[in-house]
T-cell receptor, first 114, second 110 residues
Framework: DAGVIQSPRHEVTEMGQEVTLRCKPI?????LFWYRQTMMRGLELLIY????????DSGMPEDRFSAKMPNASFSTLKIQPSEPRDSAVYFC????????????FGEGSRLTVL | QKEVEQDPGPLSVPEGAIVSLNCTYS??????FMWYRQYSRKGPELLMYTYSSGNKEDGRFTAQVDKSSKYISLFIRDSQPSDSATYLCAKRAAGNKLTFGGGTRVLVKP
């Protein structure tokens, strides 16, 4: 299996632009998570899906952030408009239904907003 | 107060030494405890998982949980330069949300 695949790996954009991050989870995994990692705040859960349905989005910082999962093999995290404080590494992770809780992470998308 | 606290380090040790990492948590509802390892510019990967108090060993790694003190430890024996990474403790209560500590950066010098 190829693991969790994220794109782009790096994104540099200007304040006010729209950013779309993409994730392909491991095939057969029922759960998909979006995390954000910064030096100051560490790894923070933004939102997670179960069977393509958003279950908990309480970690989404504000309305500028949105996430979708149109099918079992694809999810997007969108920031519109982007701000410099959104600069971080965004990780997608997936998990099978019957495991202890092991998350399989992608390699992350490093976002820099100028 | 964060739900899961870790000393950020860095913790620098010579090759072959024992690495001792600690983590405290504040919510007694936590049921599952994990240690993840994260290499630079990579995603975290699961090292150890446990749900009970006591010790769990896996090769050179030992995870220790003390629920009465809300304390989690990870020990790495015979440390190698390849163990240089950031180690994140994590907890999961009933449900699906995994909460991470801030991570401790470890440097093993040859």
């Amino acid at each position: 299996d190829a693991g969790v695949i994220q794109s782009p790996r790096h994104e540099v954009t200007e304040m006010g632009q729209e950013v779309t991050l993409r994730c392909k989870p491991i095939s057969g995994h029922d759960y998909l998570f979006w995390y954000r990692q910064t030096m100051m705040r560490g790894l923070e859960l933004l939102i997670y899906f179960n069977n393509n349905v958003p279950i908990d989005d309480s970690g989404m910082p504000e309305d500028r952030f949105s996430a979708k999962m149109p099918n079992a093999s694809f999810s997007t995290l969108k920031i519109q408009p982007s701000e410099p404080r959104d600069s971080a590494v965004y990780f997608c992770a997936s998990r099978a239904r019957e495991t202890s809780g092991e998350l399989f992470f992608g390699e992350g998308s490093r976002l820099t907003v100028l | 107060q964060k739900e899961v606290e870790q000393d950020p380090g860095p913790l620098s040790v010579p090759e072959g030494a024992i690495v001792s990492l600690n983590c405290t948590y504040s919510n007694s509802a936590f049921q599952y405890f994990m240690w993840y390892r994260q290499y630079s510019r990579k995603g975290p990967e699961l090292l150890m998982y446990t749900y009970s108090s006591g010790n769990k060993e896996d090769g050179r790694f030992t995870a220790q949980v003390d629920k009465s003190s809300k304390y989690i430890s990870l020990f790495i024996r015979d440390s190698q330069p390849s163990d240089s990474a950031t180690y994140l403790c994590a907890k999961r209560a009933a449900g699906n949300k995994l909460t991470f500590g801030g991570g401790t950066r470890v440097l093993v010098k040859p």
